[in-house]
């Protein structure tokens, strides 16, 4: 082996070392917010439309709800008439809604999967989902593993808590975790003990699967 092939083998087995498999994490976690936006948005487009036709049916707030009501074509007494041209672009993008919903179940699944492989204690302790946004804001399960429990509870928060440090208002309690239920279903005076408790749990559950790796 001479030294240039010695080089590609010692930067080859220097990246792979580097790369893990955290990374598969935070690449799915981006996906599944990209999803939501996107999602969500068609859903408005889709709603406004559709209220001309039925505007009742159009505030039904369960999404998947209102798109079968969709495929039922029912017009209501209120609504506008459109065309059947209308119609079938409306139940088009409708279609359309549910293969993206489809689609982003399928990812929540595959990072339920991936985060229980990768840090079982975490996903267990924080959700999936939220343990997939802690890593990712974090940079990596190392990074979320050496930063103090105090610093989990607000990850996520930082544009409130540079607004309390550079003008004096209320500093964040929390930030990512807050959507976990630990946190959201707690009385309002609870919530901040809450979050610490949990931000606690955390910390020492992404501890548990760093080292564990090591």
């Given at each position: 082996?001479?030294?240039?092939?010695?080089?590609?083998?010692?930067?080859?087995?220097?990246?792979?070392?580097?790369?893990?498999?955290?990374?598969?994490?935070?690449?799915?976690?981006?996906?599944?917010?990209?999803?939501?936006?996107?999602?969500?948005?068609?859903?408005?487009?889709?709603?406004?439309?559709?209220?001309?036709?039925?505007?009742?049916?159009?505030?039904?707030?369960?999404?998947?709800?209102?798109?079968?009501?969709?495929?039922?074509?029912?017009?209501?007494?209120?609504?506008?008439?459109?065309?059947?041209?209308?119609?079938?672009?409306?139940?088009?993008?409708?279609?359309?809604?549910?293969?993206?919903?489809?689609?982003?179940?399928?990812?929540?699944?595959?990072?339920?999967?991936?985060?229980?492989?990768?840090?079982?204690?975490?996903?267990?302790?924080?959700?999936?989902?939220?343990?997939?946004?802690?890593?990712?804001?974090?940079?990596?399960?190392?990074?979320?593993?050496?930063?103090?429990?105090?610093?989990?509870?607000?990850?996520?928060?930082?544009?409130?808590?540079?607004?309390?440090?550079?003008?004096?208002?209320?500093?964040?309690?929390?930030?990512?975790?807050?959507?976990?239920?630990?946190?959201?279903?707690?009385?309002?005076?609870?919530?901040g003990k809450a979050a610490r408790k949990l931000a606690s749990e955390i910390s020492k559950a992404?501890?548990?699967?760093?080292?564990?790796?090591?």
């Amino acid at each position: 082996m001479n030294l240039r092939e010695l080089n590609i083998k010692l930067t080859k087995e220097s990246l792979r070392k580097e790369i893990s498999r955290d990374i598969l994490i935070i690449q799915t976690i981006h996906s599944i917010d990209e999803l939501i936006k996107i999602i969500n948005t068609l859903v408005a487009n889709l709603r406004e439309r559709y209220g001309y036709y039925a505007p009742r049916a159009s505030r039904t707030e369960d999404v998947e709800k209102f798109l079968e009501l969709i495929n039922k074509k029912i017009k209501e007494d209120i609504g506008m008439d459109l065309t059947q041209k209308d119609l079938d672009s409306i139940i088009e993008l409708s279609a359309e809604i549910k293969n993206l919903i489809q689609l982003k179940k399928s990812k929540e699944k595959y990072i339920e999967e991936l985060t229980k492989e990768i840090c079982s204690n975490l996903s267990q302790v924080a959700t999936p989902l939220i343990a997939s946004r802690l890593i990712d804001h974090a940079g990596s399960l190392k990074h979320l593993a050496e930063i103090p429990s105090s610093t989990i509870q607000v990850l996520g928060a930082e544009k409130a808590l540079f607004r309390h440090l550079k003008t004096g208002s209320k500093a964040p309690k929390f930030g990512i975790i807050f959507s976990h239920p630990n946190i959201s279903k707690a009385l309002q005076e609870q919530k901040g003990k809450a979050a610490r408790k949990l931000a606690s749990e955390i910390s020492k559950a992404v501890k548990i699967d760093f080292f564990r790796q090591k």
